[in-house]
């Protein structure tokens, strides 16, 4: 009997602002406890919320690249309940008039490894995801319960942070869609600029929605795994709560309906609380806030600051630049990869596909070996252009172009070749390909001196191959190329050689 | 010199004929001789005062001076007032100094007023006679076994026993009107957004307006000049020209159209009240203002609606009132939810946790729709019953209150008796207009008591308050309740 399993995600965006959502009390990471915590920020009495109309700008933003509807009158309100890193006694929320409505994000599926439930389908696939909307609140500070001798200690620097609650339909059926609308989402929020998507410091934590049924039936109880902050943890998560529930199931129990932690330790997930004791928030408007109107003009004015969005550039990469959609979906998998990818195509017009080979090839794995981002690679993207062009000129073999790559990543070496201009990294690509003697030889006269060289070596080869054995072709070119450095320009080479072994 | 007006304590100053710190030692010589028996301040700071005063002196000498420069004036003990100590009247924060200035303590600052001390007041500003402060009730000057009204009772007491210039008060349902009727005083709630709310501690913020309470209409008018103005850190301060209220106030009343609710003058009104009232009304017609009856149909609701929105709103503004940061903490607590039991059950009064209590059941899952929302709903039915009577007269009338001032304890374990004597004054406050009442006379004396003081209330359009100063400085200078005072206590 096979179980589906149903998952939908909220995730908490930190919003980039450089202030608070209702005051001017700053927003930097890691500051000494309550030192950006002003009089709002710690709710004095008879103090009160104003709006920071970059939070909304962000939402706006958001929304439009989810396709998503823009209210335009939402409205905060009041979300009661006492906790002593919550100041106020209430948190201020939207409710039942969020800023952003129904919207919808399109992921790559890519099978995770040990991943059961994806298994059978190890291809990877297009899905579309429901987003039931998106909301503007204000976060809660920290609680240390360390270095307290048994007390608890209270920082307020996150109190009244930015944050943009994204909710998901429960459209994913498996950790790796879930894992998939996360790193979308992830990779969304950093491109049109409104979270810096740090998970280590809490800037996206995901909270998942986990249930399971039989295909066709009704929604199962679901339980809410809280606070996820890395897309490794999400999905062993997942996989761990959703086979709890099926053997509970399997074994005569019931699901109840609960918030439960991820252990990292463990690998399992542990139930904190029970819906049946959840709070009454009491939710009502803010009386201190005015409804948030935007209006079309507002929603334009945000519009004409929207960079062109990832599922935009893989279509454009597909239909104009003539890329598979693999290559259109990794080049895009994060905005600076496809700036990079961008002004390098720039440079070197009409070599998209070497463009995405080197970035996918060489460029790729080299960061992931140094454990690198692409804003951090030493090569320039007017660099590997120059490169690229040396290759289709033939200046230099792809071989001797992987050499002069290697140089390039040393950034001391990177670094002396600068410049804006094409002609200034065109002189100093020429430089160090002249000085490591890397020029590929395409005079015909070297080339045929060489190969009557190979052939008089290996006679008894040579006389193999004329009875019939091709294979050793191959052998031949790789003489040749060794005898050259690697120089012999490839193309010329092979007929010169098919031409003299002929006889 | 403690029955001149602002304007007449102003040229004073400004001719140095007395000097800020003289008129300051003058006033906080007189508190520390009779608040031991009225009890209208909670707090003074000789120190902090006269050091104003001082400022305020060399900024007379320099010719710099404002209309209120030098002037002390009282603040209702609900606005923050940098190195004051703020208490809202209650336990929860007897010991919280505030480190921040309240909007309007700013503005009083920035024109050089002295601030002479923080006024007794309700707790939290729930309470119509002051007997709910947990630093004990303020008597009225007039007798000092009746209540002075509330919440803004210690700032109306002030006022009429000459122990301050002038005072601020603030109004949620009734509490700068209330108390200035029944001490014998006149007192302005502006329309809501006038007055910044920032500092200004929180009771209902949907419905709370700062506003000045004084002897006279033009005195309100000078004290409304130094209040009102935008303040981007108030999201529901609205953004005005800033005006001049005094500029009005010659003007004649002819053709003036008054309005008379007929439900403000029906059962429930007591009759002296009624008298002194009509007199007033009477008294308006001679000076050439003609009577348009008018309905006020939904005002029925005013006091139900009321006790269901203030609450609501009250028990989520004093959330943050947790023993946590600031503000009272029990000594004893065996862990977190005992500390907020305890800390609270300690700091708040009975009234405040009543309010608490109806506030966080209104707001609750399953009570909501027929609670809270269904009061917003009747909320906009009485708004819009005022502004269809504003279609045929141009100021509304009736009284402030429905009794003259009652005897101390008299209606402490009766709360909706309590709330009733709001029942004139809640429907401006849901409505958000301005309203304003002056002394119109008093009830019969009986018993040996003297007769107490009545109030008139003037109820004007949005953002009219122009014409309500208007009409009360010219029934002010056709008669001579306002300038009555106490006997000498």
Same mark, same amino acid.
């Given at each position: 009997?096979?179980?589906?399993?149903?998952?939908?995600?909220?995730?908490?965006?930190?919003?980039?602002?450089?202030?608070?959502?209702?005051?001017?009390?700053?927003?930097?990471?890691?500051?000494?406890?309550?030192? %950006?915590?002003?009089?709002?920020?710690?709710?004095?009495?008879?103090?009160?919320?104003?709006?920071?109309?970059?939070?909304?700008?962000?939402?706006?933003?958001?929304?439009?690249?989810?396709?998503?509807?823009?209210?335009?009158?939402?409205?905060?309100?009041?979300?009661?309940?006492?906790?002593?890193?919550?100041?106020?006694?209430?948190?201020?929320?939207?409710?039942?008039?969020?800023?952003?409505? %129904?919207?919808?994000?399109?992921?790559?599926?890519?099978?995770?490894?040990?991943?059961?439930?994806?298994?059978?389908?190890?291809?990877?696939?297009?899905?579309?995801?429901?987003?039931?909307?998106?909301?503007?609140?204000?976060?809660?500070?920290?609680?240390?319960?360390?270095?307290?001798?048994?007390?608890?200690?209270?920082?307020?620097?996150?109190?009244?942070?930015?944050?943009?609650?994204?909710?998901?339909?429960?459209?994913?059926?498996?950790?790796?869609?879930?894992?998939?609308?996360?790193?979308?989402?992830?990779?969304?929020?950093?491109?049109?600029?409104?979270?810096?998507?740090?998970?280590?410091?809490?800037?996206?934590?995901?909270?998942?929605?986990?249930?399971?049924?039989?295909?066709?039936?009704?929604?199962?109880?679901?339980?809410?795994?809280?606070?996820?902050?890395?897309?490794?943890?999400?999905?062993?998560?997942?996989?761990?709560?959703?086979?709890?529930?099926?053997?509970?199931?399997?074994?005569?129990?019931?699901?109840?309906?609960?918030?439960?932690?991820?252990?990292?330790?463990?690998?399992?997930?542990?139930?904190?609380?029970?819906?049946?004791?959840?709070?009454?928030?009491?939710?009502?408007?803010?009386?201190?806030?005015?409804?948030?109107?935007?209006?079309?003009?507002?929603?334009?004015?945000?519009?004409?600051?929207?960079?062109?969005?990832?599922?935009?550039?893989?279509?454009?990469?597909?239909?104009?630049?003539?890329?598979?959609?693999?290559?259109?979906?990794?080049?895009?998998?994060?905005?600076?990869?496809?700036?990079?990818?961008?002004?390098?195509?720039?440079?070197?017009?009409?070599?998209?596909?070497?463009?995405?080979?080197?970035?996918?090839?060489?460029?790729?794995?080299?960061?992931?070996?140094?454990?690198?981002?692409?804003?951090?690679?030493?090569?320039?993207?007017?660099?590997?252009?120059?490169?690229?062009?040396?290759?289709?000129?033939?200046?230099?073999?792809?071989?001797?172009?992987?050499?002069?790559?290697?140089?390039?990543?040393?950034?001391?070496?990177?670094?002396?070749?600068?410049?804006?201009?094409?002609?200034?990294?065109?002189?100093?690509?020429?430089?160090?390909?002249?000085?490591?003697?890397?020029?590929?030889?395409?005079?015909?006269?070297?080339?045929?001196?060489?190969?009557?060289?190979?052939?008089?070596?290996?006679?008894?080869?040579?006389?193999?191959?004329?009875?019939?054995?091709?294979?050793?072709?191959?052998?031949?070119?790789?003489?040749?190329?060794?005898?050259?450095?690697?120089?012999?320009?490839?193309? %010329?080479?092979?007929?010169?050689?098919?031409?003299?072994?002929?006889? | 010199?403690?029955?001149?007006?602002?304007?007449?304590?102003?040229?004073?100053?400004?001719?140095?004929?007395?000097?800020?710190?003289?008129?300051?030692?003058?006033?906080?010589?007189?508190?520390?001789?009779?608040?031991?028996?009225?009890?209208?301040?909670?707090?003074?700071?000789?120190?902090?005062?006269?050091?104003?005063?001082?400022?305020?002196?060399?900024?007379?000498?320099?010719?710099?001076?404002?209309?209120?420069?030098?002037?002390?004036?009282?603040?209702?003990?609900?606005?923050?007032?940098?190195?004051?100590?703020?208490?809202?009247?209650?336990?929860?924060?007897?010991?919280?100094?505030?480190?921040?200035?309240?909007?309007?303590?700013?503005?009083?600052?920035?024109?050089?007023?002295?601030?002479?001390?923080?006024?007794?007041?309700?707790?939290?500003?729930?309470?119509?006679?002051?007997?709910?402060?947990?630093?004990?009730?303020?008597?009225?000057?007039?007798?000092?076994?009746?209540?002075?009204?509330?919440?803004?009772?210690?700032?109306?007491?002030?006022?009429?026993?000459?122990?301050?210039?002038?005072?601020?008060?603030?109004?949620?349902?009734?509490?700068?009107?209330?108390?200035?009727?029944?001490?014998?005083?006149?007192?302005?709630?502006?329309?809501?957004?006038?007055?910044?709310?920032?500092?200004?501690?929180?009771?209902?913020?949907?419905?709370?307006?700062?506003?000045?309470?004084?002897?006279?209409?033009?005195?309100?008018?000078?004290?409304?000049?130094?209040?009102?103005?935008?303040?981007?850190?108030?999201?529901?301060?609205?953004?005005?020209?800033?005006?001049?209220?005094?500029?009005?106030?010659?003007?004649?009343?002819?053709?003036?159209?008054?309005?008379?609710?007929?439900?403000?003058?029906?059962?429930?009104?007591?009759?002296?009240?009624?008298?002194?009232?009509?007199?007033?009304?009477?008294?308006?017609?001679?000076?050439?203002?003609?009577?348009?009856?008018?309905?006020?149909?939904?005002?029925?609701?005013?006091?139900?609606?009321?006790?269901?929105?203030?609450?609501?709103?009250?028990?989520?503004?004093?959330?943050?009132?947790?023993?946590?940061?600031?503000?009272?903490?029990?000594?004893?607590?065996?862990?977190?939810?005992?500390?907020?039991?305890?800390?609270?059950?300690?700091?708040?009064?009975?009234?405040?946790?009543?309010?608490?209590?109806?506030?966080?059941?209104?707001?609750?899952?399953?009570?909501?729709?027929?609670?809270?929302?269904?009061?917003?709903?009747?909320?906009?039915?009485?708004?819009?019953?005022?502004?269809?009577?504003?279609?045929?007269?141009?100021?509304?009338?009736?009284?402030?209150?429905?009794?003259?001032?009652?005897?101390?304890?008299?209606?402490?374990?009766?709360?909706?008796?309590?709330?009733?004597?709001?029942?004139?004054?809640?429907?401006?406050?849901?409505?958000?207009?301005?309203?304003?009442?002056?002394?119109?006379?008093?009830?019969?004396?009986?018993?040996?008591?003297?007769?107490?003081?009545?109030?008139?209330?003037?109820?004007?359009?949005?953002?009219?308050?122009?014409?309500?100063?208007?009409?009360?400085?010219?029934?002010?200078?056709?008669?001579?309740?306002?300038?009555?005072?106490? %006997?000498?206590?």
């Amino acid at each position: 009997m096979t179980w589906e399993i149903v998952i939908g995600l909220e995730v908490h965006a930190q919003l980039s602002t450089s202030s608070k959502i209702f005051c001017g009390a700053p927003t930097a990471f890691g500051a000494e406890p309550n030192t %950006q915590a002003d009089a709002v920020s710690i709710a004095l009495p008879g103090v009160l919320p104003v709006l920071n109309k970059g939070a909304v700008e962000r939402a706006i933003k958001f929304g439009l690249a989810v396709g998503a509807h823009i209210a335009p009158r939402s409205v905060f309100a009041r979300k009661n309940y006492f906790y002593p890193d919550l100041p106020k006694g209430y948190q201020i929320s939207q409710f039942d008039l969020p800023v952003v409505g %129904q919207g919808a994000l399109t992921i790559q599926v890519e099978p995770l490894s040990g991943d059961a439930a994806s298994a059978g389908s190890a291809q990877a696939y297009e899905k579309v995801v429901r987003i039931t909307r998106a909301h503007l609140e204000e976060d809660a500070g920290k609680s240390l319960h360390e270095d307290f001798h048994g007390m608890t200690g209270i920082d307020l620097n996150r109190a009244g942070t930015p944050l943009l609650e994204i909710v998901s339909e429960p459209d994913m059926r498996s950790a790796a869609e879930a894992v998939a609308y996360a790193k979308t989402l992830h990779s969304l929020v950093r491109w049109i600029g409104i979270c810096d998507g740090n998970m280590q410091e809490g800037s996206f934590r995901c909270d998942v929605n986990v249930s399971v049924r039989r295909p066709g039936e009704p929604l199962g109880t679901r339980r809410e795994i809280k606070n996820l902050n890395s897309f490794k943890f999400m999905q062993q998560a997942i996989d761990y709560e959703a086979q709890w529930q099926i053997d509970t199931i399997e074994n005569g129990g019931k699901i109840h309906q609960a918030t439960v932690l991820f252990n990292p330790d463990t690998g399992e997930t542990l139930a904190m609380r029970s819906k049946e004791e959840a709070h009454d928030y009491r939710y009502f408007p803010d009386p201190d806030l005015l409804p948030l109107d935007i209006s079309e003009e507002w929603k334009e004015q945000v519009r004409a600051t929207l960079p062109e969005l990832p599922q935009a550039k893989q279509t454009r990469y597909v239909n104009e630049l003539g890329l598979s959609a693999y290559d259109a979906s990794t080049l895009t998998a994060s905005r600076e990869m496809a700036d990079f990818f961008e002004a390098a195509l720039a440079k070197a017009p009409g070599q998209a596909k070497l463009c995405a080979n080197w970035i996918q090839g060489e460029i790729s794995a080299r960061l992931n070996r140094e454990n690198k981002n692409i804003t951090d690679a030493p090569i320039k993207p007017i660099q590997l252009a120059v490169l690229i062009g040396r290759i289709v000129d033939g200046t230099i073999s792809n071989s001797a172009a992987k050499q002069i790559f290697d140089h390039l990543w040393t950034p001391s070496v990177a670094e002396l070749i600068i410049g804006d201009s094409l002609e200034e990294v065109t002189r100093g690509i020429y430089t160090l390909i002249e000085a490591k003697g890397l020029k590929q030889v395409s005079d015909s006269g070297a080339i045929e001196a060489l190969v009557d060289e190979i052939i008089a070596a290996n006679a008894d080869k040579v006389a193999e191959y004329r009875s019939g054995k091709d294979k050793l072709f191959g052998f031949f070119v790789g003489l040749a190329m060794k005898a050259s450095k690697g120089k012999a320009n490839p193309a %010329q080479l092979n007929d010169v050689l098919k031409r003299k072994l002929a006889g | 010199m403690l029955n001149s007006s602002l304007q007449q304590l102003g040229s004073a100053l400004r001719a140095r004929k007395i000097s800020s710190v003289e008129l300051t030692r003058l006033y906080l010589d007189r508190i520390a001789a009779l608040n031991p028996v009225l009890n209208a301040y909670i707090t003074t700071n000789a120190e902090a005062s006269l050091a104003q005063a001082r400022d305020a002196d060399a900024r007379l000498a320099a010719g710099t001076a404002d209309a209120l420069t030098g002037i002390p004036v009282a603040q209702k003990d609900i606005f923050c007032a940098k190195g004051w100590r703020t208490t809202c009247g209650s336990k929860m924060l007897a010991n919280f100094v505030s480190p921040y200035d309240a909007h309007v303590i700013e503005q009083f600052n920035n024109v050089g007023a002295v601030n002479l001390g923080k006024t007794n007041m309700d707790e939290f500003a729930m309470g119509s006679s002051n007997e709910t402060s947990y630093f004990g009730a303020v008597k009225n000057p007039y007798s000092q076994d009746a209540v002075p009204g509330g919440s803004s009772g210690g700032s109306a007491c002030a006022v009429a026993a000459r122990l301050c210039a002038a005072a601020t008060g603030t109004d949620t349902g009734g509490s700068i009107r209330q108390p200035a009727a029944l001490c014998g005083i006149s007192g302005l709630k502006p329309t809501y957004g006038t007055v910044s709310r920032y500092g200004m501690i929180a009771f209902a913020s949907s419905l709370d307006q700062a506003g000045p309470m004084a002897r006279s209409a033009e005195d309100l008018a000078l004290m409304l000049n130094v209040m009102t103005g935008f303040d981007e850190r108030d999201s529901t301060s609205l953004q005005r020209a800033k005006e001049d209220y005094a500029r009005d106030l010659a003007k004649p009343l002819d053709g003036l159209r008054i309005g008379l609710p007929k439900e403000f003058f029906a059962e429930g009104l007591s009759n002296d009240v009624a008298q002194a009232v009509n007199a007033a009304i009477a008294e308006y017609k001679k000076l050439g203002a003609s009577i348009v009856e008018i309905s006020l149909p939904n005002s029925r609701l005013s006091v139900p609606v009321y006790y269901v929105l203030a609450p609501a709103e009250a028990s989520s503004n004093l959330s943050r009132f947790d023993g946590v940061r600031y503000g009272y903490r029990a000594p004893e607590y065996s862990d977190l939810t005992d500390m907020y039991e305890k800390s609270r059950a300690q700091g708040f009064g009975a009234e405040v946790k009543r309010r608490i209590m109806i506030g966080t059941y209104v707001l609750s899952h399953g009570y909501y729709d027929a609670y809270y929302l269904q009061a917003q709903k009747i909320r906009r039915l009485i708004a819009q019953d005022f502004t269809d009577a504003f279609r045929q007269c141009d100021v509304i009338m009736g009284p402030t209150s429905p009794s003259t001032a009652f005897k101390l304890g008299e209606k402490g374990d009766d709360p909706v008796q309590m709330y009733l004597s709001d029942i004139y004054t809640i429907a401006v406050n849901l409505a958000g207009l301005p309203g304003m009442s002056i002394p119109c006379g008093f009830g019969a004396a009986n018993n040996g008591n003297p007769g107490m003081p009545v109030g008139l209330q003037i109820i004007g359009n949005y953002f009219d308050e122009v014409r309500m100063l208007n009409v009360a400085h010219q029934y002010q200078l056709a008669t001579d309740w306002h300038s009555r005072a106490p %006997q000498e206590l």
